[in-house]
């Protein structure tokens, strides 16, 4: 069978009788992440989570403070080319990572830290704000995302790793949608403790 034979294979069959392909696929999945610290290559890992429908993660929002400790906004990273998710490139974001097999809590916030500060600050300077369901359908998965925040001063976004803006108004194309529903749902102090904050489904 040829590459464009088995294509259309797996476009035609019905899901059901896929089980055995997908049993071997699901196989090599978890044997790859077994030898390589939970990760599949990225460029299956957005497959992957759409198969699953969805997977969990872990997010930390950046409030901007004044001196007196009062909300200014919330600075949001600028994805790059090199991070996967193709149609949020460019845009504005929480700092996020999926959390993958294996991993301790300690593996998850190492690596969420290293894409704000490059290190990871004492983590009880970390408010713990819920547990947030938005729909991904860029991934053709839900999220299931603990929320936490921290708190930088004004003057420490240029310290930060990356590209980041200072929004006082998240309410702007060029913030994620679903990124836009988590700071409203953060920003209401009487906030439900787990929450689906965003429903999309994907047109195409």
């Known amino acids: 069978m040829g590459k464009n034979e088995l294509a259309e294979y797996l476009r035609t069959t019905p899901l059901a009788q896929l089980q055995e392909a997908f049993a071997i696929l699901a196989d090599r999945c978890y044997r790859e992440r077994v030898r390589n610290r939970g990760r599949v290559p990225k460029e299956i890992f957005e497959s992957c989570i759409g198969i699953g429908g969805n997977y969990p993660c872990a997010q ?17 990273r600028r994805r790059d080319s090199t991070e996967s998710g193709v149609e949020w490139q460019g845009q504005y974001h929480n700092v996020c990572t999926a959390v993958r097999m294996g991993e301790t809590a300690d593996d ?11 290190e990871t600050p004492p ?27 921290i708190q930088i001063l004004e003057n420490e976004i240029p310290n930060l790793v990356g590209t980041w803006k200072l929004f ?4 702007h194309p060029s913030v994620i949608d679903h990124m836009q529903a988590i700071l409203d749902w953060a920003s209401n102090p009487s906030r439900k403790r787990y929450f689906r904050t965003f429903t999309k489904i994907r047109e195409s």
């Open 60 to 76: 930390i929002i950046v409030e901007v403070v004044d001196a007196s400790r009062k909300r200014i906004g919330y600075a949001l």
């Open 108 to 118: 998850v916030f190492a690596r969420d830290f290293s894409d704000i500060f490059g």
């Open 123 to 149: 983590l009880e300077h970390l408010e713990d704000v819920g547990a947030s369901l938005p729909s991904e359908p860029e991934r053709r998965a839900d999220a299931v995302t603990t929320i936490w925040k």
């Open 168 to 171: 006082t108004n998240w309410h």
